[in-house]
Nanobody, 120 residues
Framework: QVQLVESGGGLVQPGGSLRLSCAAS????????MSWHRQAPGKQRELVAF???????NYGDSAKGRFTISRDNAKNTVYLQMNSLQPEDTAVYYC??????????????WGQGTQVTVSS
């Protein structure tokens, strides 16, 4: 079993910052690509950013220039530093992790989601 624990969401004023964390634990060989997604009320879930095991990061248009994804492979943890937050960033943020369970088995897992609300 693999567990993902997210933290760091909350209420922040426009222009503020938050840092999200998602830690993977359980029985697996390695953690591959780690991603952050978000879903605002009434909207489809969208990719915010992802990062490979080697540290290559890619961002969705909404995150470019404001958000930074990073990871600590020793802790199996991915982070999302969010700066210059705006009301349109309000959403539930989910982490997704590709986990290598065996030499022939890779599965993806989702976190429970953490609410980010940007409001004055």
């Amino acid at each position: 079993q693999v567990q993902l624990v997210e933290s760091g969401g909350g209420l922040v004023q426009p222009g503020g910052s938050l840092r999200l964390s998602c830690a993977a634990s359980g029985e697996f060989l390695a953690v591959n690509t780690m991603s952050w997604h978000r879903q605002a009320p009434g909207k489809q879930r969208e990719l915010v950013a992802f990062i490979t095991y080697g540290g290559t990061a890619n961002y969705g248009d909404s995150a470019k220039g404001r958000f930074t994804i990073s990871r600590d492979n020793a802790k199996n943890t991915v982070y999302l530093q969010m700066n210059s937050l705006q009301p349109e960033d309000t959403a539930v943020y989910y982490c997704e992790v590709l986990v290598v369970l065996s030499a022939s088995n890779v599965e993806d897992y989702w976190g429970q989601g953490t609410q980010v609300t940007v409001s004055s």
